[in-house]
């Protein structure tokens, strides 16, 4: 059995090694950047970031099979990181076509964090493709209870059929290729957990555990009742405040209903208690620029972010929209620019950078 000292060491040693190898590798043509991955894998077959990366590259090159072999380790190797997690639903979905593996991947998001937005709308997209479109408004509807001015899923919203009109959800999808359409039966996917029973209602007990009380929570937060969601939070906190996750959500909530200072303290006390999350620091540089105005602080934040992971898709688009607010549109062209190069299905980011080019 392996010393637990000695490989922490090797991590040490391997991350220091291969920040580098990036350093030095800035510049070079895709294919010569791949070779000295490679290489470092080679020495580091452990390292779940390079294998993300080079993941990313090989998508970029047009090699699907290296791609998802090396979206596939990374996770196996860090399958908390939400980050790897994403970029393997997304390649499932968008490049295999394997909706079954991706909704799995996005429902477990959900189970470990109800409020990433990424995930909803990332659902709700999914349920589309597939025809399922009363499921996709509840997604979709539950990102906008948490973001109201999130475009993707209020545009969304504006294009699905009211409940109202008595429209169903058809049976059948049209999926073009190339250029012909043609019709097909969707993917079979009615023993994946549904958007209600992920967010399923437990009756409250007298005494209750921290999961029970996060139940009823999420039940408040689905019903559209935030100010009561936040009372049991607090509860939650008082019974165990290392929780991080309950203060990320309390700073959610608290920023939703505009008392700012009391999301500041939760967001930073989230960050203190779980500092590699990366959800946690993104949601508190989202408040930092959105509620503060503290442009040059959020940045602080998307700067390390994309430094820990270069291929970073929100903190390139969060470090644009930065630079939008201090009047630097170069900059924000340029990682936005460089966000699509590695999601170029990202219709935010190209809406974004179709704006910054006729503003010229």
């Given at each position: 059995?392996?010393?637990?000292?000695?490989?922490?060491?090797?991590?040490?040693?391997?991350?220091?090694?291969y920040?580098?190898?990036?350093?030095?590798?800035?510049?070079?043509?895709?294919?010569?950047?791949?070779?000295?991955?490679?290489?470092?894998?080679?020495?580091?077959?452990?390292?779940a970031?390079?294998?993300?990366?080079?993941?990313?590259?090989?998508?970029?090159?047009?090699?699907?099979?290296?791609?998802?072999?090396?979206?596939?380790?990374?996770h196996?190797?860090?399958?908390?990181?939400?980050?790897?997690?994403?970029n393997?639903?997304?390649?499932?979905?968008?490049?295999?076509?394997?909706?079954?593996?991706?909704?799995?991947?996005?429902?477990?998001?959900?189970?470990?964090?109800?409020?990433?937005?990424?995930?909803?709308?990332?659902?709700?997209?999914?349920?589309?493709?597939?025809?399922?479109?009363?499921?996709?408004?509840?997604?979709?509807?539950?990102?906008?209870?948490?973001?109201?001015?999130?475009?993707?899923?209020?545009?969304?919203?504006?294009?699905?059929?009211?409940?109202?009109s008595?429209?169903?959800?058809?049976?059948?999808?049209?999926?073009v290729?190339?250029?012909?359409?043609?019709?097909?039966?969707?993917?079979?996917?009615?023993d994946?957990?549904?958007?209600?029973?992920?967010?399923?209602?437990?009756?409250?007990?007298?005494?209750?555990?921290?999961?029970?009380?996060?139940?009823?929570?999420?039940?408040?937060?689905?019903?559209?009742?935030?100010?009561?969601?936040?009372?049991?939070?607090?509860v939650?906190?008082?019974?165990?405040?290392?929780?991080?996750?309950?203060h990320?959500?309390?700073?959610?909530?608290?920023?939703?209903?505009?008392?700012?200072?009391?999301?500041?303290?939760?967001?930073?006390?989230?960050?203190?208690?779980?500092?590699?999350?990366?959800?946690?620091?993104?949601?508190?540089?989202?408040?930092?620029?959105?509620?503060?105005?503290?442009?040059?602080e959020?940045?602080?934040?998307?700067?390390?972010?994309?430094?820990?992971?270069?291929?970073?898709?929100e903190?390139?688009?969060?470090?644009?929209?930065?630079?939008?607010?201090?009047?630097?549109?170069?900059?924000?062209?340029?990682?936005?620019?460089?966000?699509?190069?590695?999601?170029?299905?990202?219709?935010?980011?190209?809406?974004?950078?179709?704006?910054?080019?006729?503003?010229?």
């Open positions: 059995m392996s010393n637990p000292t000695n490989q922490h060491l090797i991590l040490i040693e391997g991350t220091a090694t920040e580098r190898i990036l350093a030095d590798i800035r510049g070079l043509e895709t294919e010569e950047v791949i070779r000295h991955i490679q290489d470092f894998v080679k020495i580091y077959p452990e390292f970031p390079a294998h993300n990366d080079v993941a990313m590259l090989y998508y970029q090159e047009g090699n699907q099979l290296k791609s998802l072999a090396h979206y596939e380790k990374a196996k190797l860090d399958p908390g990181n939400i980050t790897y997690r994403k393997l639903a997304d390649f499932y979905f968008v490049e295999l076509e394997w909706t079954r593996d991706a909704i799995n991947i996005y429902l477990d998001i959900l189970k470990d964090n109800p409020f990433d937005i990424e995930a909803l709308n990332a659902l709700g997209t999914i349920s589309l493709r597939i025809g399922r479109k009363e499921q996709a408004r509840q997604y979709y509807s539950r990102t906008v209870q948490l973001d109201s001015n999130n475009h993707e899923a209020r545009l969304a919203l504006q294009q699905l059929p009211s409940p109202a008595g429209t169903s959800d058809s049976k059948q999808i049209v999926q290729n190339s250029q012909v359409s043609r019709v097909e039966e969707p993917p079979q996917v009615t994946t957990p549904s958007f209600q029973n992920l967010f399923h209602a437990v009756q409250p007990k007298l005494a209750r555990s921290p999961e029970e009380i996060y139940k009823e929570v999420i039940e408040l937060v689905d019903a559209d009742k935030l100010h009561e969601a936040i009372q049991l939070l607090e939650l906190v008082a019974q165990a405040p290392e929780n991080g996750l309950a990320n959500d309390l700073g959610v909530l608290y920023q939703k209903t505009d008392n700012l200072q009391k999301s500041r303290y939760h967001h930073e006390s989230a960050t203190r208690l779980q500092p590699a999350n990366t959800v946690f620091r993104k949601n508190l540089a989202d408040l930092l620029c959105k509620g503060f105005g503290e442009f040059e959020a940045l602080k934040i998307y700067v390390e972010l994309f430094t820990e992971n270069s291929y970073d898709v903190a390139m688009k969060s470090i644009a929209y930065i630079c939008l607010e201090v009047d630097k549109q170069d900059d924000a062209r340029f990682f936005m620019e460089k966000a699509l190069e590695i999601k170029p299905w990202d219709q935010e980011a190209a809406e974004a950078l179709r704006a910054l080019k006729t503003s010229i």
